[in-house]
Every structure is written in structure tokens, then in C-alpha cells.
């Protein structure tokens, strides 16, 4: 079955102590991204990447940082969180189509809270 | 930066009625995407539209994309209750960034 999985599900921390959610895909998609979805601003891409080792920048990048060594893997860190990163992230996977990336496979979601 | 707005965000509407979700975007593209979203759960894709004049249906949804304007609808037929969900669009530039709007927040009421 085409998957998306995020670990962990729910995630309770303090400013300042640092924080991984993992992100895998087992589709062989090229493309992956890490979204935030805040009440009224509706879904904001974090970074995305197109390849093994290439990552972007979204629309809202300041306080994240990934990583791609491997396909299926796409990992958000979060150096020092702060209580503004407070969200539900859901990490995405699109299939490539010719020239375009076509239905976009959303994993379950992360929702963080931040003290 | 490319901005994406729907409209309403908010819609109640009652059984057997029809209606439309309108998506407006400000910049070139002919890559338009719709997505459901029930309470509490992630998205999940439903159309995804690819040029101008790209017309594509699924049960009493209609997506419809006229990139001249920069808008895509999203009609809907006879509303039934299991079609109560928030509804998205999406655009993606020439950057292959993905922008997505406000989300529409559908409540069909029996």
C-alpha cells in the first residue's frame, strides 16, 4: 500500500530542546515536502526537496532545517523550538507525472506543541 | 510570492442543494490541485487538473481549471452529509513549490 508515515504522532516539548520528526515514503517519489497547517492560513510549505540531497526552501523555512540522504527518508528538525512553531505538520509525497507532479499522498500528520 | 485565495470559507448548505468553491491565484500556472480534509485527519487528494480547460468529476464533485482567469471551481452537486470536509486548492508554480489556499470549511445540513 502507497504510504506516507510521520513519526512521532503527537509531540509535547519545551523551548529550546531540540526535535526530529521523521517522514518516510515507500512509493520511490522523488519529490517530498514538509507542510504546517495553522487555523485561517491553511497549509504552508516548510522545505521541500526534488532529489537525494537537494532540498528548498518554502514559504516558511526560518526555525526548520531537513535533510535527504536517502530517498524514502525526509526528516524536519527543529534546532530550538519555539512556542510560534506550535502546529500540525504533515509531511507529502506527490507522484511524477510527465513534465508535473500529479496526486500529492499526505502522511497522517505531527501535531506539535511547544511550552 | 504566488497567493492563492478561496472563497467562501465557510459554506452550510443543505442536502440536495448545489454549490460552488471558487480558488483564485495570482500567478501563471496551469497546475491546479484539489484536496479533502475531514476533522482531525490528513488531506487526501481528489483532482488534479493540468491545462486550461481541464474539466474532471468524481461522484457530485466537478473540478473545472480556466487558467486565462486563474481560477478553478470545485462544484457540487445535490450535496449529501458525507460530503461535509474542508476543501483545498493548491497551485504549483514554476519553482515546483507547492501553495495552497485557506481551505473551505463545507458543513451539508440534513
Known amino acids: 500500500e502507497a504510504q506516507v508515515t510521520q513519526n512521532p504522532r503527537y509531540l509535547i516539548t519545551v523551548t529550546g530542546k531540540k526535535l526530529t520528526v521523521t517522514c518516510s515514503q515507500n512509493?520511490?517519489?522523488?519529490?517530498m515536502s514538509w507542510y504546517r497547517q495553522d487555523p485561517g492560513l491553511g497549509l504552508r510549505q516548510i522545505y521541500y526537496s526534488m532529489n537525494v540531497e537537494v532540498t528548498d526552501k518554502g514559504d516558511v523555512p526560518e526555525g526548520y532545517k531537513v535533510s535527504r540522504k536517502e530517498k524514502r527518508n525526509f526528516p524536519l528538525i527543529l534546532e530550538s523550538p519555539s512556542p510560534n512553531q506550535t502546529s500540525l505538520y504533515f509531511c507529502?509525497?506527490?507522484?511524477?507525472?510527465?513534465?508535473?507532479?500529479?496526486?500529492?499522498?499526505f502522511g497522517p500528520g505531527t501535531r506539535l506543541t511547544v511550552l | 510570492e504566488l497567493k492563492v485565495e478561496q472563497n467562501p470559507l465557510f459554506l452550510s448548505m443543505q442536502e440536495g442543494k448545489n454549490y460552488t468553491i471558487y480558488c483564485n491565484y495570482s500567478?501563471?500556472?496551469?497546475?491546479l490541485y484539489w484536496y479533502r480534509q475531514d476533522p482531525g485527519k490528513s488531506l487526501e487528494s481528489l483532482f488534479v487538473?493540468?491545462?486550461?480547460?481541464a474539466v474532471k468529476q468524481e461522484g457530485r464533485l466537478m473540478a473545472s481549471l480556466d487558467t486565462k482567469a486563474r481560477l478553478s471551481t470545485l462544484h457540487i452537486t445535490a450535496a449529501v452529509h458525507d460530503l461535509s470536509a474542508t476543501y483545498f486548492c493548491a497551485v504549483l508554480n514554476t519553482g515546483n513549490q507547492f501553495y495552497f489556499g485557506t481551505g473551505t470549511s463545507l458543513t451539508v445540513i440534513p
Open positions: 487538473l493540468l491545462s486550461n480547460g
Open positions: 500567478t501563471t500556472s496551469d497546475r
Open positions: 507529502a509525497s506527490p507522484s511524477a507525472g510527465e513534465d508535473t507532479y500529479n496526486e500529492q499522498f
Open positions: 512509493m520511490n517519489h522523488e519529490y
